[in-house]
């Protein structure tokens, strides 16, 4: 394996005052604001800025207009190449502002650069704020964005960027040492900061860890050695926050350690506080998911070896396991950042989730059925669409596929011949053409692979409607000849009520789940766009 490239310690940038005149290329516009906010902050301070993409200004032209109508950005010191790169714009800047979603390693442009930066390091350089940071497979911008929710609630003045489409250039100002910054950090933006020493939060989080990226990294390894560095650079005046149980089976073994969270913690210089799904032995600090009394769910945590155990969550208004898991941690971070416990579990007790993400959106009447409508295309990884199948007692419409990540899918075919799941609907691509033959060896049924959302979604109304015998409507279309999926009425069977502290949006027959378990490049411009499209279309296809 090669040895992944390492920065020089720092950042060019050691003040504000540094960036005047300087010429500093934007490598990648894109359309999720992280270019456009290295282009508005450097265009700010005085310095001349050239935007390159190898996307043409019309791919671009939302990105465009809304730099165009800004009027606090200088357009005099702004200059655009677009639909490619030219060595040109990277030898001559003093600095790149480097994609993270772009390779160094082989990359021609890059290697020509005299020194390359990003939002995030930059933003690290320049902010003296407390950072809490987190990484991970699954979960990742729920967790920030619950803390985010929660320290905000607790009355302090908390800002949320990184990964999570907001970058932290935008906020820099208003940032100082009491303003805590919550950044959720992609595998790429931690490697980016390799070698600088400028990312050690006072709290760090790895969330679960499951093979993901394979497809770019290779290996199991190499993806792994970019999470480490989240905590590489803490103290033990830090905290760090890693998983206490085993991995799945499917995710491949650290050497001489049983789990991943095993050997991020033994090797981890900061206090380390563990999460898990059981009671942690009494002398492991951290939280954990406890059934009360009556079976309700509540979140313990210890806090000290030998401590005393505190209640962290009681009632939660998010659905499903995951969401616990997500919602215990952001309420570890919360009291290790000196919120009271009892204030923690009001404050999430109350929190709804994000958009994205297992988000409830509508609610379809069909006749005596009801269908509730769930939008989670911020999973882009098998395994996140089995923890959403879990997250339900009713049964469960799922759709599915899209574009390969080089994960295996056997265990959402397993899933899926075991799981609730009353009828499969499929969107084509890459990862849908590896799951097909499994779903067929487990003779798991299925509709599609369909080319558009819009004609699967037609399709689902037309089979429920004449499963129920009512006429279609005008938003229907002639169902074509796609898939497996027999044309029988479903019989829905009475789903169980929720336990009580969990937030069902309506006492309906069914759920229809979006859940992708793959990625979205070729038919969206990125998952955030596609769940925007598939609420689009459901709230007009499914109107009535």
Not at 49 to 65: E, F, G, M, N, Y
Request: proline letters at 3%; aromatic letters at 8%.
């Amino acid at each position: 394996m090669a040895e992944a490239h390492a920065y020089s310690a720092g950042c060019m940038f050691p003040s504000l005052a540094h960036i005047a005149g300087k010429k500093i290329t934007v490598m990648g516009l894109g359309l999720n604001g992280g270019g456009a906010a290295a282009a508005r902050f450097f265009l700010k301070y005085g310095a001349y800025v050239t935007v390159t993409d190898i996307k043409s200004r019309d791919a671009l032209a939302q990105t465009i207009d809304a730099l165009d109508r800004d009027e606090a950005v200088d357009k005099s010191r702004l200059t655009y190449h677009l639909g490619g790169h030219s060595i040109s714009d990277f030898a001559s800047a003093d600095c790149v502002i480097k994609n993270p979603g772009v390779k160094y390693e082989g990359n021609e442009y890059l290697a020509a650069a005299k020194a390359i930066e990003t939002d995030m390091s930059v933003f690290l350089a320049l902010s003296r704020a407390p950072i809490i940071a987190v990484t991970g497979s699954k979960g990742k911008s729920s967790t920030v964005s619950a803390i985010h929710y929660g320290l905000q609630a607790a009355g302090r003045m908390s800002f949320l960027g990184g990964n999570i489409t907001v970058s932290p250039l935008s906020f820099l100002e208003k940032t100082d040492e009491s303003t805590p910054v919550v950044l959720e950090l992609s595998s790429w933006q931690l490697a980016d900061l390799r070698g600088r020493k400028l990312l050690k939060p006072k709290i760090a989080l790895i969330t679960k860890i499951v093979p993901d990226h394979l497809n770019w990294y290779g290996t199991m390894d190499s993806y792994i050695a970019d999470k480490r560095l989240i905590y590489a650079d803490q103290d033990k005046n830090a905290c760090a926050i890693f998983d206490a149980d085993a991995d799945d089976e499917k995710t491949p073994r650290p050497e001489q350690h049983s789990s991943w969270g095993d050997f991020f913690a033994s090797e981890s210089k900061a206090t380390v506080f563990r999460y898990s799904t059981r009671e942690l032995p009494q002398n492991t600090c951290g939280a954990w998911q406890h059934s009360g009394a009556r079976g309700n769910f509540l979140g313990k945590a210890r806090l000290s070896e030998n401590g005393q155990t505190v209640t962290l969550l009681e009632k939660l208004a998010v659905t499903g396991a995951h969401m616990r898991a997500n919602a215990l941690n952001a309420a570890l971070v919360m009291v290790l950042s000196g919120i009271p416990p009892a204030h923690v579990a009001r404050i999430l007790g109350q929190w709804q989730g994000i958009p994205h993400r297992l988000q409830y959106f509508h609610t379809w009447k069909n006749g005596a059925t009801a269908f509730d409508f769930y939008n989670d295309s911020c999973a882009t990884v098998p395994e996140s669409t089995v923890a959403a199948l879990q997250s339900f007692e009713k049964p469960v419409i799922l759709i599915a596929g899209g574009t390969d990540k080089g994960l295996s899918q056997n265990a959402l075919a397993l899933s899926l011949s075991h799981e609730r799941v009353r009828a499969l609907y499929l969107l084509a691509g890459s990862a849908t053409d590896k799951l097909i033959p499994l779903l067929e060896k487990e003779h798991v049924s299925f509709n599609g692979p369909y080319d558009s959302i819009a004609s699967l979604l037609a399709s689902l109304r037309e089979r429920e409607c004449r499963a129920q015998g009512h006429a279609e409507n005008k938003h229907s279309t002639h169902d074509s000849a796609h898939g497996h999926a027999a044309d029988e009425s479903y019989s829905y069977d009475d789903a169980h009520e929720r336990n009580a502290q969990e937030h069902t949006p309506h006492k309906c027959n069914a759920a229809v789940v979006f859940s992708p378990g793959a990625t979205s490049f070729g038919m969206f411009a990125n998952e955030f766009a596609r769940g925007d499209q598939f609420m689009e279309a459901v709230k007009y296809i499914f109107s009535d």
